[in-house]
Every structure is written in structure tokens, then in C-alpha cells.
């Protein structure tokens, strides 16, 4: 470079190198050169004068201006020669000619977890998904969603997520990597891909498979392997032991009137927990409901019983509720078993413990009575032996093909899992594999420690990882490619009952992100092949081979596929997909024996119980913050996982809560906070998984305790021979509801649920009792007729008065809801110090209470959000009004009015107000701010915020209804809550029009507000919570076992 | 000098005198003067200012850094919303009464007593104002925002909304801090043409001359003046009782069980005159000993203190029983949980020192010789401080920290700018009050020489016109 002194340019390395070794980057470099590459060192050599002066202080001088227009120039030249590939993705509702700037639209994809897909319907605003709802024509969601989906839109925008190709660390690109793959395939077409070694998680997509089975064909050697930490081995295992096949369990909830929980969190957790929950929801209705399904006997609750470690959301909706340490939920079900029939059971399983309780024969006999109306669903941790018993248990009662039904596995490959990774990693250790790729997943991280992988995948001599994020696993690897979001590829996956589900971008992929697809097709030498045409290609292939068939119409194949390949994408289902149901019967010697049964424990050990996070999952959502800031259902904890375990365990073991203390488990160590959680089995330690990551992202880098680190391959669900040492250290909790406990008639209860209970803020009856008493949770009517007020009446509108009913009785908290609202309302995330300060901005929450002694109590969820008061106390004391009164009955915030004087929070006796006690919202972060509502403000620090009923939808409903001359009809308006549960507790409307659901909902008997007494005569209201204990067991839900 | 007049520690009753005997006109306007114009500053004064300046200097900073981040640097949270910055309002506010009690009150009920304290008091109150006026502002998210909360044309055509006891306190404090400001000033005016008089260095002339507009001490000039002064004292009278009961307002108007009573306004009164006494008598005994002012700060004037701050103390010790009385007779569950959870709760130990501090240890004044011990009388206004700013703190915190709902109850924790800013007003108080003691007499000097006339055995009436500019 001319004019460029050497001096200077020396001075610039050594400056870089000083710059090197102040980061906690690469520690050695191996020359000047890889030395220079710093960004700040390779910006210098663009300047011609690296150290002008003048450069410092001018913003833009004349020589960057003439750079920038050739730049542009050449650019625009070259850009207008590219003609992109047409790829049209198909709206869901209306299909504009023109997008309408403001009007959103919407695209059903789908979103795989634990490679199961649930359909979505996300929304695009001018181009970028903003959220994410549930597909109502998709099975496993019918417009519902989970809290993982509602969070997934957040992730699209991460600026943490990985951006770019890395080769060892540094930046790459996807053409390097194709040279690379191509040499790679040509070293090993010589031995057939005897070291090629694809980890994949669990595949069910199709087109994916066909991908791999045709690699594979190619290198016959190679192995395709498939790993994830919360993979459903047990009940594929158990299906295999139960018929000789692995099946795929389909259950009709809604058909079920007796329902047994072996340590099952079906309405939460696992594939079709969304469906679930909605039939379970459907069966919770003591009235007959016109959305009950046909099969449902009418005007019946159905009753459900749970044997369970770890309290769960399933375990909260319970009827009866048992807590039992893992080894006894086994002896448990062994014992009912062998009472509905079965034989050929353990005799060493002696049930002896459990036959004199009045709970175990009455459920039993509740069973029996319910023939082809009953369900036993184990639970995904089980044994396999379990779940083998409950599909015995199912048959026994006649429940197959009932509430029961049977497809092939909805995996492409169905195979032990843990057996899978084993085995890959024997190899890796014996030198077999040099070239290990793998798609998504985070073995390093997340492996059953006694694999080692971190260490052992050191011997594959070539590792290739396809990741969303540059994480512990891309750090050991050589080649890190970027995975694309959901929301950026094509692809397809099998729901819970088998449909397949097609997955369509929203948006072209923000940065260097590749699909599984396009990885696999680089591998088998396709890298040309665009994402979007390996998916379409394989489905037109599928519909060629189906129009070969006989009976179908001979019209132009292409334009048969065309219009169904649209359809698909429509509907976000390819139609008739879903699995046949399989007549199958029980192998013949069906048999368990002992060894296929957790070894009998002594009874002074210690049991611990790996789940996967409720809010984290198995740690792939680590760097969400909407997800770490969800307060987990029943502890209300965020930001951190903790040893939870039962008050009486933790009076025993002398801990309470937020002590830290040591987990040792066959010589590893790991160090956890205890958190008491009421309900917990006895002698049992439950510790969640998806913590302690190293390589998260700046959100879930470093917090948390990481239960890999103790899990084995040998007892991945629970182990027992715990020890407890304690550390005389604390470490502090972020919980959003407080619980303490105190003594009462020898026994402990809750004191803040205890009050909740006296001020009748839940109201909760057995369903015998409300039958005789059909009013027992009816406000006084002087509490909701009279409307005293010192100040005259708000003016009305004639038409709307907008109100919410929520129904306790369907509610199961999985907190949908609490981030379906954060995604559409904008909420910021405030981080775990704001939070432990009482500083969470939800604008609903679940408040969860405790009734009865806390070793076994009820649990209820009560969602609270703006009651919208029709007297509302935070309007009054506002001085500047910014928070007022609509004429249609909403509470309104004025953000730009409010001054932040606190008062209208004060004086909130719902406490549902929030405040920017700083400046939470991001301003900063470019990435994030695609992923805003661009209808809801982004509050700035200072103000007041709360609920406003989706007063976006509101008016967006009331447009619409203008522009079309009539006026909104029930079920215009769905907000974003209601959008989101799965149990369609919530529901909204005018309670004005007296056909409205809500209307007749709010002229139930059960109907009741919080705190009616105050006169706030809240617009918000709810339905009481029944249940329906079996007459048999005189106390409901709070049964010890008798030992 | 008067052979009549009893031993100034005999007895304490209405015969005491309020000035000892043996001063002159002369010598009162000199010793009182000579404070502003002659003596050196003390190096007391200096260390004091230091620490006090030093003090107001964490205020500013702490409120530099709260407009830089926002009232998220302090504890406060949902459900606490409000927390040290409105317990202070309230506190300061409190003080402030004494002054505009002793000035007003006793001016029109012809107290003479007053006298010699009323100045400084009246002074305490201004700044006690100004510190109590920064915290509403302070404690707003947007403070930069504080003017909509007046009334004034504005392009947004908007109001502030006259029902909340916000706006209505902004009223109240306002007028009040107004009045205050005036009749302070108005009372000024005669000591400071005596200060520009006798000031012998050209910049305090210019300045109290300019201060003292004019005053010539005529007959007319004392005839306006002691008018304007009646008008003032009508005017700040009914102002010592509004103030407080709309500063209650803000707590009794909103629905909070603990917040939401009847007996707020009267036993907010009385709470503040008996916060205001006590930081009197605190202020005074120092001041009285430092300045060598037991002549004209007699034991009769903190006996009589001494009782207003019994009385008034008792009547809050009634506002705590009827609080408690009420809650359990009212039979609502809130309010009795309310009352229960301040006596036992997490923050029992905040109320039962609340108790112990305003009623259990003024009941010491009951007993003469506590009245007439200087040091214990000193001890007890400064536990009645502490006791009233504990008061506040159990009304703010332990209302909101646990209401209606369970599920939203939490804990308030003060943070070290919590402490800053409190720390730091108190800084910006006593900076305001030495640089008052250092420049302007702390002691009227004319009705101080009104009472001259008095220990000399002459009956005049307490407007004299004869008395002239010596």
C-alpha cells in the first residue's frame, strides 16, 4: 500500500496482539498473520492512512463517500442480474394481492419438539413473524399452543443465535464448507462411509428420512444415529415388550371418564400434550357442553388420579393425588395391575404396602367400573416394564381402541436412543469414526455423563455441527454451521397422532442459516438443491407414487400436485396423514420380570429425579429470557433450577430453602439451592435439567445447576443412593409468589394460600356438593348489583361491554398464556435481579395455592390479570389521568400521559399493574425489535403498564366489523391468552350480547369475582373450581398412603 | 434587674420569665446581631457546614444517578410501590407544622412565649418544606413530567384529574410552602433593616438592604406590618391543619386496609405538630447551648414544648388505638389481618419500636424534672423523630407489602440509594439551616426587645409604636 508506513503497521500487529490477549478468545496464535485478523486490525487496512487525524474527528469524508457509491453502484449492478427463485409460501386466511401495510397475515407452520410437530399459525407483520398461535386445523393443537411455541418467535430474532459458517473458530462460509463436504465425500465413497458417522435427534419428518435412508444407501457403511436427552426410549421400549413393535400410544382423553396417572404429565408435557390438555379441559365442564366431544358421555366430569415424584401440572388437575418416591409409583402400578386382572406379575412386587389403603381399592374398583371409559397413561420416565404394564392394563380393561388407540411409530427410525449414542460413542473411543456430523442437538452438553462425549467425540477426526447456536458441542467441533430457525425453513414432521405437518418459512433466513435438508443434501452431493425444493420434490414424488395407484383421477399430475401441495400449505397438514389406527393385540407370554424394574431401594437412601425444565425443556431454550423469566408452574421459580424436595425431607435433612448444598450421586458432585415444593414424594430430590449451560448465550450462559453432570445412561430418570452434604452456603431464588409455612393442628400449611382460601379468592367444591348447592360460589347480590359511587357513572356504550371469564376448573397452569402475552404485548424481560426485587412485568400471571398440609396438598391455579373494574380504584387516584375509563368498559393505560406515580398500583387490590421501574424494554438490540407487535407500544422506563384486553384485537375486530357494516360478532376477538390455552379456560367477549359465550358463561352458578366486596365490580371474572372425588375416599385428594 | 422577678429555675410556671433579666434593648438587638455581624464564624459552624454540604452533595448524587436509571435504583416493587421517598415526604412534612404552629397559632392565641423560637421554627418549616417538596418529585418515573400535575392551558387540553388526593396534595404543599416563604420573610423584615444598619461591610449592606426593602421602622411602616403579619398568621392557620389532613388524604382516600381510615387526617395533625416540636426542641437545645442563647431560649420554653409534645403525643397514641380498635371492631377480615400482620408480621419489629418511640418514652414529660433536664428532653425529641419517621415507614410498607391478594405479596428492602437519598436530605436540611443561623438572626430581635419591657416590670402592649430602630 503506498504511502503506508511500516512502522505504523507493525505498531497495528503488536496493538492487535495486545488486544488478543486481553479477550477470552484463542490463547495461542501460530503467526502474524491469523495474529492480524482481528476485525479492528483488518479495518485498519482498509484506511489508506491508518493513523490520519483528520479521519477521527470528520464523520464522513470525501474518499468513504466516493468508496460507498462505487460500492453501491457495482452492487445495484449486480444484484439486478440475480433473478431469486420464485419460492410461494401460501397465506393462511386472506391473500391479499399486495401485502397492506398494518393488516398482518398469517402462515401455518409447524414446530418440532422432540422432533414431534405441533401446527402453528404465525403472524407476519410486513414481513416478520411477530407470533405464533396454534393451528386450529392441526390435531395436536386445534389452535392452542404451548409456552415453547409462543416463546419460539423470540428465538428467531436472538442476536445470541449463531450467524455464520465457522471452520475451527473462525469465520467461514457455506462454500468453503461445500468444497469441504465434497472432498470428504470423495475420501469416503473409497470405503463406503465406513467412518461417517450422522447424530441426529429424533426424526420423524419424512422427507428428512428419505434424505438420510438415500445417504446411507449411498455409504452403505455409514451410521446414522439419533440422541436427544429426553427421548422417549421407556415407552418405545415398552411398546416393544407389550407387543413385540414399537407403537405410537394415541389417547382419547375426552372418551376416558376414569383416568390413571403412572407419574404422568400428559397435559403438559410430551407429544399431543396440547391436545390433551384441551380434551382433558373438555371433560372438566359439570354442565353439558356443546364443544364436548360426541364419544363424551354428557353431563359427566370425568376423574382423574395421579401417582407421582415430582408435583406436576397433571398432578394439580388431580382428583386424587398420591405422592410416591419413583421406586413405589413401579410397586404401584404393579399392584393395580395385578387387581384389574393381570397376571404374570412380579412376585416380589409384593403390594402388601399399599393393600390396605382405602385409596388403592377404590381406585382399582373405579377402573373396573369404568370399563372401555378408563385410561392408564404412564409416564415418559417410567420403565419401559410400566409402560408395558399400562398397555397390559389398558387391554385388561378393554380401553384399546377405545381411549385408547395404537399407529406405527411416528419415528422414522425408531430405535433405543440411549443404545444409539452408546454405541457412537464405543466407536468414537475405539478410533472407528473420523467423520461425525451432527444435526442440532447438544451432546457435549447434554449426553448422559458416564458417556463423556465431550471427551470421547474428540476422537471422530472430523466433526461437523449443524446448531442455532455456537454452543458447547460447536466449540469441539471443526466445522459449525448455522442451523435455521423454524420460522426461516422448509420442512415437514408427524404430529402426535402421525399427521403430517408441513413446515414453511416466514421469512428468508436472517443470516447463513442452513436446514437439516439442505446439510443432508450437501452430504449427498446436492449442495445446489435449495431447501424449499428438497422438501416439495419429495412430496411430489410421494403424490406421483399415490396418483400411480389405482381409482384416482387422471387429470395433469402436475397441476393435481400444484393444488394440493397449496392446499398443504394452507392448511399447514398434508390431509390423511395421520397414522391408521392399528388393531393390535398383546404379545402372547407377556411377562415382566423383576430386572426390568428399579432395584428395590433401602429405605434410608435418597432418591433423585431428573425431569426436563418446565420452562427450559432439556436446555435447548436456555437463551430464551421469556422462557427464564416464566415462573415455573407450583414454585413460581425463574432464572434457576434447584434441588426441589418435600418440607418433610427437607426437616429431615435440616435445609431450607435457597441453602446450596452438595448432590453426590455415584461419585459425582453437583451443587444445587434447595427449594421446598409442597407435594413433593417424600426421600426424593427432583433436579430439572437444562441448566448450568457454558455456552448458552448472554441469557443462559452460567445460571443454574447442570443435572447432566450427574445423569447417567444406566438410570436416566432417577437414581437412588443420593447423599446430601451440606455447604452452609445460599444462593438466592428469583420466586414470584411467596409461600410460607406455618403450623397448624400438627399440621404445616401454607399461610399466604391459607388466607387466599378465607378471602374466598378460590372457590373450590367437591361436584357432589355443587349439585346440591349449584350456587356456592355466587357473590352475595349486593355485591354485584349496586354500583355506589361518589362519582357519577361512566358513560357506556350502547353495544359493548367487553368482559372475561376464566374457569378454574380448566386451568391446569401450564402458562401459555403468561407468554402468549408477553409475545403479543411486547413485555420486556427484566432479568433474575429485577425479578427477585418483585419487579416481573407479566401482565397475567398463575397464581398458584396450597390447600391442606403441605406433604400432599390441592393445588389451584388462578390466573389474574386487569379485572377492568367498572369501579375501578386505580382511575381515581391517578393526578393526571393517565389511566381512564373506556366507554366499553376497558380500564386504559395513557403511557404517554403517565408521569409514574405508583398510586393506581397501590391502590390495585389485584396488584395486576407493572411498572418500568427502568428502562426494561431492549431499545438497543436492532435484532429484537423485528420480533415487536407493531399495533402495542414499547414502554419506555417510568410508566405504568398492565393488561389492556388486547385492545389491539379489540379494535382491530371493530374495524373489520365497520368496514363490513355489522357488528363484532362473538368470537371476533380472541385475545392473546385465550388464543394460547390449551384448556380453553379463558374465554372473552361482550357481555353485552347475551348469546355471547362469555355472557353465558358469567350467568353460570359458578360464577364469581375476586374481591367482589370492595365494590370494584370487576369485569374479569370466574368459574369455581370443582372436583370429583371418588364417594368412595371420604377426604378428596389429600390421601396419604398408609405404610 | 428587676429584684421582683423570681429565680429563673425556681419555678416554671407563667410567671417564668421569657428572657432573663438584665437585658437592654441594646443588648438584645447586640447579642442577637452579633451573631450575623460581628463574632467570627465558629469552626463548629464551619465542621457542621462541611458535613452537612458534604451530605447534600450524596443527595445530589443520588439523584443524578436516579434521573440517569430511574426509581428502579430504589427498593420499591409491586406491591410496595411507594416506599422511602413518600415515608420522607410525609416525615418532612410533619416537621415543617411546628413552625407554622408557633408562628401562626400562638401569634394569634398571643402566646409571647413564642418569641424567641418562632423564627428559627419557622425556618426549620421552610426547609423541611423544601426537602418534603423534592421527594414527590423525585419519587415520579418521569420527573421531568412533575408540571402536568398543575393546572395550566396546555396544548394537550388536559386537566389534571382533581380526584385524585395527588393533585390535591400538590395544592396543599404548594400554598403551604407559599405562605410559609411569606410570613417568614414578612417577620424578617424589621431584623433585617436592623442587620443592614448595623452591618459594617459593604456587601452585607447592599444585601440585607436590599432584603429589608426598605423598612424605616416608622409608625406606618409598623402599623402595615403588624396587619400583614395578622393576615399571614389568619391565612398559614388553617393551613397547619389542611396540610396534613390532605397529605392523609393520600392514604386514607385509596381502598388499602391500613391505608384506608377515617382517623387519618386529626391523628396526621396531631403527628405532625408532634414530629415538628420534637425537631424544635432538637434543634434549639443544640443551638441554645452553642450560641449561648439560654437567655432568651429558656427552660420555660422547652417546658412548655415539652408539653405540646406530651399532649399531641398522646392524641397519636389514641390514633394507634382507635387504628387497632377499629380494625378488630370493624370485623373486616383485611383490616384485622392488616393490624395482626404489623404486630407480628415481618416488619412487627419496625411497628413495636414505633411504639415504643412516640408513646411509651414521651411519657417520661409527664414528670417535671424530665421537663426541666435539658439532655433528656434532648434524647426524647430525638426518639420522637425517630418514632414519627417510623410511623411513616409501618403506614407505607406494611399497608402495601401484604393486601388483598396472597399470591402478590412481597417484602420492601431499602436500597443504599434508598438511604442516600434520605441521609442526604437531612444534608440539605442542616445546610440550609447553618447557613441561616450564620446569615440571618436566628432570634427576632424587635420582639425579643418587646419583651425587654416586660422583665423590666413596664405593662406595654405588644405593638408598641415607640419602639424605633436603635
Known amino acids: 500500500m503506498p504511502g503506508h508506513d511500516n512502522k505504523n503497521g507493525l505498531h497495528d500487529i503488536v496493538a492487535a496482539g495486545a488486544r488478543q490477549d486481553g479477550s477470552a478468545g484463542r490463547r495461542f496464535w501460530r503467526g502474524l498473520g491469523e495474529l492480524a485478523e482481528t476485525p479492528a486490525f483488518t479495518e485498519s487496512l482498509h484506511h489508506e492512512f491508518p493513523n490520519d487525524p483528520e479521519k477521527e474527528n470528520s464523520g464522513v469524508n470525501r474518499r468513504d463517500v466516493l468508496k460507498l457509491m462505487a460500492a453501491s453502484a457495482a452492487l445495484a449492478g449486480l444484484s439486478s442480474c440475480t433473478k431469486l427463485p420464485t419460492q410461494k409460501i401460501v397465506p393462511y386466511v386472506r391473500a391479499p394481492e399486495e401485502i397492506i401495510p398494518g393488516k398482518p397475515l398469517f402462515y401455518a407452520t409447524a414446530m418440532t419438539q422432540g422432533g414431534v410437530a405441533t401446527g402453528l399459525l404465525v403472524e407476519s407483520n410486513m414481513g416478520r413473524p411477530t407470533k405464533v398461535e396454534g393451528n386450529p386445523l392441526h390435531p395436536g393443537s386445534l389452535g392452542a399452543t404451548d409456552i415453547f ?49 450422522i447424530l441426529t435427534g429424533t426424526v420423524t419428518s419424512p422427507s428428512l428420512a428419505a434424505q438420510l435412508r438415500a445417504l446411507l444407501a449411498e455409504f452403505p457403511a455409514a451410521k446414522w444415529h439419533q ?107 404393579i399392584g393395580i395391575a395385578g387387581s384389574v386382572g393381570l397376571a404374570g406379575l412380579p412376585e416380589s412386587r409384593s403390594i402388601g404396602q399399599f393393600a390396605g389403603s382405602a385409596w388403592f381399592e377404590a381406585l382399582s374398583k373405579d377402573l373396573e367400573n369404568h370399563r372401555g371409559a378408563s385410561l392408564v397413561i404412564p409416564g415418559e420416565h417410567q420403565p419401559a416394564a410400566i409402560h408395558a404394564l399400562a398397555h397390559a392394563m389398558n387391554h385388561a380393561l378393554g380401553n384399546a381402541g377405545k381411549t385408547v388407540f395404537y399407529t406405527d411409530a411416528l419415528e ?53 455441527r449443524l446448531g442455532e447456536y455456537d454452543d458447547e458441542t460447536s466449540e469441539l467441533c471443526h466445522w459449525h454451521v448455522p442451523e435455521a430457525h423454524y420460522l426461516e425453513s422448509w420442512g415437514d414432521a408427524r404430529a402426535y397422532d402421525g399427521t403430517v405437518s408441513l413446515i414453511q418459512p416466514l421469512i428468508a433466513p436472517l443470516y447463513d442459516g442452513k436446514s437439516a435438508h439442505e446439510l443432508i443434501a450437501a452430504l449427498g452431493g446436492h449442495s445446489d438443491q435449495s431447501n424449499y425444493d428438497l422438501v416439495k420434490d ?12 389405482p381409482g384416482k383421477e387422471s387429470q395433469k399430475p402436475d397441476k393435481v400436485f400444484e393444488t394440493f401441495w397449496e392446499t398443504s400449505l394452507h392448511d399447514g397438514l398434508i390431509a390423511g396423514t395421520a397414522l391408521p389406527e392399528k388393531p393390535i393385540a398383546m404379545r402372547g407370554g407377556f411377562n415382566i420380570s423383576s430386572q426390568q424394574l428399579s432395584p428395590s431401594a433401602a429405605a434410608e437412601s435418597l432418591h433423585i429425579v431428573f425431569r426436563p425444565d418446565p420452562a427450559v425443556g432439556d436446555g435447548r431454550f436456555a437463551n430464551n429470557g421469556w422462557l427464564q423469566e416464566v415462573p415455573k408452574p407450583l414454585t413460581q421459580l425463574t432464572w434457576d433450577n434447584a434441588a426441589m424436595l418435600s418440607p418433610a425431607t427437607a426437616a429431615h435433612l435440616e435445609v431450607v430453602n435457597e441453602a446450596v448444598v452438595e448432590l453426590q450421586l455415584d461419585g459425582r458432585t453437583a451443587r444445587a439451592p434447595i427449594w421446598i415444593v409442597p407435594g413433593h414424594a417424600d426421600g426424593t430430590v427432583t433436579l430439572h435439567l437444562g441448566y448450568g449451560r457454558s455456552r448458552a448465550g448472554r441469557v443462559g450462559t452460567g445460571i443454574g445447576v447442570n443435572a447432566y453432570a450427574l445423569r447417567t445412561s444406566a438410570k436416566p430418570w432417577s437414581a437412588d443412593g443420593l447423599v446430601i452434604r451440606k455447604t452452609g452456603e445460599r444462593y438466592s431464588l428469583a420466586s414470584t409468589q411467596m409461600h410460607h409455612a406455618i403450623e397448624r393442628e400438627g399440621k404445616q400449611l401454607d399461610e399466604p394460600s391459607m388466607a387466599a382460601f378465607d378471602r374466598e379468592l378460590v372457590r373450590i367444591a367437591p361436584l357432589e356438593e355443587f349439585r346440591k348447592n349449584p350456587e356456592f360460589a355466587k357473590d352475595p347480590e349486593e355485591r354485584t348489583t349496586k354500583a355506589l359511587s361518589l362519582y357519577p357513572a361512566m358513560p357506556q356504550s350502547a353495544e359493548y361491554a367487553w368482559g372475561m371469564v376464566i374457569d378454574l376448573n380448566k386451568c391446569n397452569g401450564c402458562n401459555a398464556c403468561v407468554v402468549a402475552c408477553q409475545a403479543e404485548n411486547n413485555i420486556p424481560v427484566v432479568g433474575k435481579q429485577e425479578v427477585a426485587m418483585g419487579r416481573a412485568m407479566h401482565w397475567i400471571r398463575i397464581d398458584t395455592y396450597f390447600r391442606g398440609g403441605l406433604e400432599n396438598p390441592e393445588t389451584v391455579h388462578e390466573p389474574v390479570l386487569c379485572m377492568h373494574c367498572e369501579n375501578a380504584p386505580c382511575e381515581l387516584v391517578c393526578p393526571v389521568a393517565a389511566t381512564t375509563h373506556s366507554p366499553e368498559g376497558l380500564n386504559e393505560m395513557v403511557y404517554n400521559r403517565c408521569v409514574g406515580t405508583r398510586y393506581c398500583s397501590n391502590n390495585c387490590p389485584y396488584k395486576v399493574r407493572r411498572f418500568n421501574f427502568k428502562l426494561y424494554s431492549d431499545w438497543t438490540t436492532p435484532s429484537l425489535m423485528g420480533q415487536r407487535n407493531p399495533n402495542v407500544s414499547v414502554r419506555s422506563r417510568g410508566v405504568m403498564e398492565k393488561c389492556t384486553y388486547c385492545v389491539q384485537r379489540i379494535n382491530a375486530a371493530k374495524i373489520t366489523a365497520e368496514l363490513e357494516d355489522r357488528g363484532v360478532r362473538d368470537g371476533d376477538i380472541v385475545t392473546a391468552c385465550q388464543a394460547a390455552c390449551p384448556a380453553e379456560a379463558i374465554v372473552f367477549g361482550n357481555i353485552k350480547d347475551p348469546s355471547s359465550r362469555v355472557a353465558k358463561l358469567k350467568a353460570q352458578s359458578r360464577n364469581y369475582g375476586l374481591l367482589t366486596e370492595l365494590n370494584t365490580r370487576p369485569r374479569t371474572s370466574y368459574l369455581a373450581k370443582l372436583t370429583n372425588p371418588n364417594p368412595e375416599l371420604s377426604s378428596p385428594a389429600t390421601h396419604q398412603r398408609k405404610e | 434587674m428587676d429584684p421582683v422577678m423570681p429565680e429563673p429555675s425556681a419555678e416554671l410556671g407563667v410567671s417564668a420569665p421569657l428572657i432573663e433579666p438584665g437585658h437592654s434593648y441594646a443588648s438584645v438587638t447586640d447579642k ?144 403551604y410552602a407559599t405562605v410559609s416563604l411569606l410570613f417568614w420573610f414578612v417577620g424578617l423584615i424589621p431584623d433585617l433593616a436592623t442587620l443592614r444598619d448595623r452591618s459594617r461591610n459593604r456587601v452585607g449592606k447592599i444585601m440585607y438592604g436590599i432584603l429589608a426593602m426598605g423598612w424605616r421602622g416608622s409608625a406606618v411602616h409598623w402599623s402595615r406590618y403588624e396587619t400583614a403579619s395578622l393576615l399571614l398568621a389568619g391565612l398559614a392557620t388553617p393551613l397547619v391543619v389542611s396540610v396534613h389532613t390532605v397529605v392523609s388524604f393520600d392514604f386514607a382516600v385509596a381502598i388499602i386496609p391500613g391505608w384506608h381510615t377515617t382517623i387519618f387526617p386529626p391523628y396526621f395533625v396531631a403527628g405532625a405538630i408532634y414530629s415538628g416540636f420534637a425537631m424544635v426542641m432538637t434543634l434549639a437545645i443544640p443551638i441554645r447551648a452553642i450560641y449561648k442563647l439560654e437567655d432568651f431560649i429558656t427552660l420555660r420554653h422547652l417546658d412548655n414544648m415539652a408539653k405540646i409534645i406530651l399532649a399531641t403525643g398522646l392524641i397519636v ?124 438572626p436566628m432570634i427576632s430581635i424587635f420582639e425579643m426587645r418587646q419583651l425587654v419591657s416586660q422583665t423590666s416590670g413596664k405593662t406595654e402592649s405588644r405593638v408598641s409604636g415607640n419602639l424605633d430602630d436603635v
Open chain 2, 32 to 175: 442577637i446581631s452579633a451573631i450575623v455581624l460581628t463574632r467570627r464564624t465558629p469552626r463548629w459552624w464551619m465542621l457542621g457546614f462541611a458535613a452537612a454540604f458534604c451530605l447534600m452533595m450524596l443527595l445530589f448524587f443520588a439523584v443524578a444517578y436516579l434521573f440517569a436509571v430511574g426509581v428502579g435504583i430504589w427498593g420499591i416493587n409491586i406491591p410496595v410501590g411507594w416506599g422511602f421517598a413518600i415515608v420522607n415526604f410525609v416525615w418532612w412534612i410533619g416537621i415543617g407544622h411546628a413552625g407554622t404552629l408557633i408562628s401562626a397559632i400562638l401569634l394569634l392565641l398571643r402566646q409571647q412565649w413564642r418569641t424567641s423560637i418562632n423564627r428559627f421554627a419557622e425556618a426549620m418549616t421552610l426547609f423541611a418544606v423544601s426537602c418534603a417538596g423534592l421527594f414527590p418529585v423525585l419519587h415520579m418515573g418521569r420527573p421531568w413530567l412533575a408540571y402536568w400535575l398543575f393546572p395550566y392551558p396546555n396544548t394537550m387540553g388536559m386537566w389534571p384529574q382533581f380526584r385524585s388526593p395527588l393533585v390535591w396534595d400538590v395544592f396543599a404543599v404548594s400554598t
Open chain 1, 412 to 464: 422414522a427410525e425408531p430405535i433405543d436412543q440411549l443404545a444409539s449414542l452408546r454405541e457412537l460413542v464405543e466407536e468414537m473411543k475405539s478410533g472407528k469414526v473420523d467423520t461425525l456430523v451432527i444435526l442440532a442437538g447438544n451432546p457435549v452438553y447434554d449426553a448422559p455423563a458416564d458417556l463423556d462425549f465431550a471427551k470421547n467425540c474428540l476422537g471422530a477426526k472430523l466433526r461437523i
Open chain 1, 149 to 197: 411455541a409462543q416463546a419460539s418467535v423470540l428465538a428467531l430474532y436472538d442476536p445470541d443465535r449463531s450467524q455464520v459458517v465457522n471452520y475451527e473458530g473462525r469465520i467461514s462460509n457455506w462454500a468453503a464448507f461445500v468444497e469441504a463436504i465434497n472432498r470428504l465425500r470423495d475420501e469416503q465413497k473409497a470405503t463406503g462411509g465406513a467412518g461417517l458417522r
Open chain 1, 538 to 549: 419429495f412430496w411430489k414424488t410421494q403424490s406421483a407414487k399415490d396418483a400411480k395407484k
Open chain 2, 317 to 440: 397514641g389514641y390514633g394507634y388505638m382507635m387504628e387497632t380498635f377499629g380494625a378488630f371492631y370493624s370485623a373486616d377480615q383485611y383490616e384485622k389481618f392488616m393490624i395482626l400482620n404489623r404486630m407480628t408480621g415481618p416488619y412487627a419489629p419496625f411497628y413495636w419500636a414505633l411504639i415504643a418511640c412516640n408513646i411509651v418514652m414521651p411519657q417520661l414529660l409527664w414528670f417535671p424534672a424530665v421537663r426541666r433536664s435539658v439532655v433528656g428532653l434532648f434524647v426524647i425529641s430525638l426518639v420522637v423523630n425517630v418514632g414519627m419517621w417510623l410511623e411513616r415507614f409501618v403506614i407505607v410498607v406494611t399497608s402495601l407489602h401484604r393486601d388483598f391478594l396472597p399470591s402478590s405479596w412481597g417484602m420492601y428492602y431499602p436500597t443504599r440509594w434508598d438511604w442516600a437519598t434520605y441521609v442526604g436530605s437531612i444534608g440539605l436540611f442542616l445546610t440550609l439551616l447553618l447557613l441561616f443561623l450564620r446569615y440571618l
Open chain 1, 227 to 333: 440422541y436427544e436427552p429426553c427421548a422417549r426410549d421407556s415407552a418405545r421400549e415398552g411398546a416393544r415388550l407389550a407387543f413385540g413393535q414399537p407403537v405410537n400410544t394415541v389417547y382419547r382423553i375426552d372418551r376416558a371418564d376414569v383416568i390413571l396417572s403412572l407419574d404422568s404429565d400428559f397435559l403438559c408435557s410430551g407429544p399431543g400434550s396440547v391436545r390433551y390438555a384441551r380434551d382433558f379441559s373438555a371433560r372438566r365442564d359439570p354442565d353439558a357442553s356443546p364443544n364436548a366431544s360426541p364419544h363424551a358421555s354428557p353431563n359427566r366430569m370425568n376423574r382423574l388420579y395421579v401417582v407421582e415424584s415430582t408435583p406436576s401440572n397433571t398432578g394439580a388437575m388431580a382428583d386424587h393425588r398420591m405422592p410416591l418416591k419413583p421406586g413405589d409409583v413401579e410397586r404401584f402400578a
